[in-house]
C-alpha cells in the first residue's frame, strides 16, 4: 500500500483558508484515485473530496462544495485540499487517501490513509 503524509493543518481564524497537502513518498501517486476526508470529535470519518487519477473528475460533498477545491500534480506526487471560507464546523482530523485503480474516476472507498491532521478553525 501506499504511504501517505499529511501536512498543512493548524489553527485558522473562521473565513480564512488553508491548503492541505498529500505526499505519497515513494509511490506514483498517479496510479491511485485520491481523496480527503475529516473526522470530527464524536463523529464518524466522512468523505470531504476525491479526484480521478488524471485530476480531470472531482467530487466533492455538498458541506464543502463552492469553497473547498482538490488538485493533485501527479508529477511532484502531490495532493492537495484549498479550504477556503473556512467555518468553525470545518473542525476535524483531515486525512488523505488513495486507493490504486486502472480506471480514471473518482472513487469512495479507500484503502490506503494517513495519520491525519489537525484543522481547527475559531470564530
Known amino acids: 500500500q501506499v504511504q501517505l503524509e499529511e501536512s498543512g493543518g493548524g489553527l485558522v481564524q473562521a473565513g480564512g483558508s488553508l491548503r492541505l497537502s498529500c505526499a505519497t513518498p515513494?509511490?506514483?501517486?498517479?496510479?491511485?484515485?485520491m481523496g480527503w476526508f475529516r473526522q470530527a470529535p464524536g463523529k464518524e470519518r466522512d468523505f470531504v473530496a476525491g479526484?480521478?487519477?488524471?485530476?480531470?473528475?472531482?467530487h466533492y460533498a455538498d458541506s464543502v462544495k463552492g469553497r473547498f477545491s482538490i488538485s493533485r500534480d501527479n508529477a511532484k506526487n502531490m495532493v492537495y485540499l484549498l479550504m477556503n471560507g473556512l467555518k468553525r464546523e470545518d473542525t476535524a482530523v483531515y486525512y488523505c487517501?488513495?486507493?490504486?485503480?486502472?480506471?480514471?474516476?473518482?472513487?469512495?472507498?479507500?484503502?490506503?490513509w494517513g495519520q491525519g491532521t489537525q484543522v481547527t478553525v475559531s470564530s
Open positions: 479526484i480521478s487519477r488524471s485530476g480531470g473528475t472531482t
Open positions: 515513494g509511490r506514483r501517486v498517479t496510479d491511485y484515485a
Open positions: 487517501a488513495g486507493r490504486q485503480t486502472l480506471g480514471d474516476y473518482v472513487q469512495y472507498e479507500y484503502d490506503a
